[in-house]
């Protein structure tokens, strides 16, 4: 099915948030991971407040460029079902429910995996996190589920087609919707980007640019499995070479 070509109006607000986003989290980055450290200790509301408006941040930085062409095939037919003022509002609603999804996915991920020690500084079986992450997330690439969600990420107008619903409260379904397919791609490299570069902006970048490739690249199904197979390796390599490292093998 032919792809929605973007309107200027929607380059523009996207480009602006988008950049504005990664400019907070590259002069945020340290004081996040001091945040999270913060949530498992016990933090005050404002604490809280900060850590959630950071990690929102965040994933609008990284996840709404992959996102642009199923706003843009949603905010099509928004704008046919009602008129332009209403289309942008609901295409709002749409973008800001699969933030709010992932920024529940993330907020709860980055606390759990700093409570199990498997962030930043580890030690004893600990520090063999990064490659087992890495074989788990290689081997995710190759599952059904994963096919299945990234081809509905792959075919914004066809899943907004299939998944439509009228009125704000159907763009706030349509959005939980889109998100749940997309955490379905995209999870447990999430969890590689918070494991193994432990926040850093490198690794934020990196994964970016492969969920954006591999739902907007005419090879990204081959793509995902590229990724799939390297990560495997790297996981074994790199857990081999720590057993050794600590004379476990």
Same mark, same amino acid.
């Given at each position: 099915?032919?792809?929605?070509?973007?309107?200027?109006?929607?380059? !523009?607000?996207?480009?602006?948030?988008?950049?504005?986003?990664?400019?907070?989290?590259?002069?945020?980055?340290?004081?996040?991971?001091?945040?999270?450290?913060?949530?498992?200790?016990?933090?005050?509301?404002?604490?809280?407040?900060?850590?959630?408006?950071?990690?929102?941040?965040?994933? !609008?930085?990284?996840?709404?460029?992959?996102?642009?062409?199923? =706003?843009?095939?949603?905010?099509?037919?928004?704008? /046919?079902?009602?008129?332009?003022?209403?289309?942008?509002?609901?295409?709002?609603?749409?973008?800001?429910?699969?933030?709010?999804?992932?920024?529940?996915?993330?907020?709860? !991920? #980055? =606390?759990?995996? @700093?409570?199990?020690?498997?962030?930043?500084?580890?030690?004893?079986?600990?520090?063999?996190?990064?490659?087992?992450?890495?074989?788990?997330?290689?081997?995710?690439?190759?599952?059904?589920?994963?096919?299945?969600?990234?081809?509905?990420?792959?075919?914004? @107008?066809?899943?907004?087609?299939?998944?439509?619903?009228?009125?704000?409260?159907?763009?706030?379904?349509?959005?939980?919707?889109?998100?749940?397919?997309?955490?379905?791609?995209?999870?447990?490299?999430?969890?590689?980007?918070?494991?193994?570069?432990?926040?850093?902006?490198?690794?934020?970048?990196?994964?970016?640019?492969?969920? #954006?490739?591999?739902?907007?690249?005419?090879?990204?199904?081959?793509?995902? /499995? =590229?990724?799939? +197979?390297?990560?495997?390796?790297?996981?074994?390599? +790199?857990?081999?070479?720590?057993?050794?490292?600590?004379?476990?093998?």
């Amino acid at each position: 099915m032919a792809q929605v070509a973007p309107s200027v109006t929607v380059l !523009a607000i996207f480009a602006t948030i988008v950049v504005a986003a990664w400019i907070v989290t590259v002069a945020t980055a340290g004081n996040l991971n001091d945040l999270i450290m913060v949530q498992v200790t016990g933090a005050a509301p404002v604490s809280l407040g900060t850590f959630l408006a950071l990690v929102g941040v965040m994933m !609008a930085a990284m996840m709404l460029p992959a996102a642009l062409p199923m =706003v843009t095939a949603y905010r099509g037919l928004a704008t /046919l079902d009602s008129n332009p003022t209403e289309g942008t509002v609901r295409t709002f609603v749409f973008s800001a429910m699969y933030l709010l999804l992932w920024l529940l996915f993330t907020g709860a !991920a #980055l =606390v759990l995996l @700093v409570a199990l020690g498997l962030m930043g500084m580890t030690s004893g079986v600990g520090l063999l996190a990064p490659g087992l992450v890495l074989i788990a997330a290689g081997t995710y690439q190759f599952t059904s589920w994963k096919s299945y969600c990234l081809t509905k990420c792959r075919t914004p @107008v066809g899943f907004v087609m299939e998944h439509w619903r009228t009125g704000r409260k159907g763009a706030a379904r349509m959005g939980l919707s889109h998100g749940i397919y997309c955490l379905g791609c995209c999870w447990v490299l999430m969890l590689v980007v918070f494991v193994t570069g432990a926040m850093s902006l490198l690794w934020m970048v990196g994964f970016a640019g492969l969920v #954006l490739a591999e739902k907007v690249w005419s090879r990204g199904e081959t793509l995902a /499995l =590229v990724i799939g +197979a390297a990560s495997v390796v790297a996981g074994v390599g +790199a857990t081999y070479w720590i057993a050794s490292m600590s004379g476990w093998l």
